[in-house]
């Protein structure tokens, strides 16, 4: 498993220096910052998870700082360490950054509730970079589906979601596969192109005859797209 990250921002060397201390022995690798500019250095250099900021620093403040984190890294979680909470910064926190959790100065550090707090942003982390590579697949295989339509002019197609509806269409098979119309066979085991004499079983979903069809799926979510290029309009 790869080793987690969690970056810790404050300008009290002796907050820092506690914290080296107290999470010595935990699984992560704990690195800290003086400042938001070593912040981000750190950032550029690490693959941090988790992000733990005061909010009162010299120069760029905490709050920039999280915001900065958010546009660039938006999987890291963001948590803010503060001895100066009050509701405007609450409420800043919240809308513009989306903070995780609040912790406050001084930490009680002879519980689990710090640690606890830490696996629980590590976790949510994980969640959120496994989400982040999924939308990117989504990405690049949609990508890789238009192009497969927009590539291929001259073929036919039909689009269909997973209710077996057409939801996009080629000029040229309109009238015949009108957008909203359904392509499922009456008895609910397939699809029937019935202008082509053409009746694919719902269980192929990828398959192909080059002579008369292909069928490709994409999976979006917890819901599909088939796309059925013909080698003829009919």
Excluded: C, W
């Amino acid at each position: 498993m790869t080793p987690q990250n969690i970056l810790f921002v404050d300008d009290s060397p002796m907050v820092l220096s506690l914290l080296e201390r107290t999470l010595a022995k935990e699984t992560f690798t704990l690195h800290t910052a003086h400042t938001p500019k070593e912040a981000l250095q750190v950032l550029k250099q690490h693959p941090i998870d988790v992000v733990v900021s005061d909010l009162l620093m010299p120069g760029l403040d905490g709050l920039t700082l999280l915001r900065m984190i958010k546009k660039d890294y938006p999987y890291i979680v963001r948590i803010i360490l503060s001895g100066h909470l009050h509701t405007q910064s609450i409420l800043a926190a919240i809308n513009q950054v989306g903070v995780f959790r609040f912790l406050t100065k001084p930490l009680e550090l002879d519980n689990d509730t710090l640690k606890k707090t830490l696996y629980e942003a590590l976790d949510q982390a994980q969640l959120n970079r496994s989400s982040l590579y999924a939308d990117q697949d989504l990405a690049s295989n949609l990508s890789a589906f238009i192009d497969s339509i927009l590539n291929a002019p001259y073929r036919p197609y039909v689009l269909l979601n997973d209710q077996h509806i057409v939801t996009a269409v080629h000029a040229a098979l309109a009238e015949l596969y009108p957008v909203g119309s359904s392509l499922g066979d009456p008895d609910h085991k397939g699809i029937q192109l019935t202008m082509h004499s053409l009746f694919i079983p719902y269980d192929e979903s990828e398959s192909s005859d080059p002579d008369l069809y292909t069928v490709d799926t994409l999976t979006v979510g917890h819901s599909s797209l088939r796309l059925i290029r013909l080698s003829e309009i009919a």
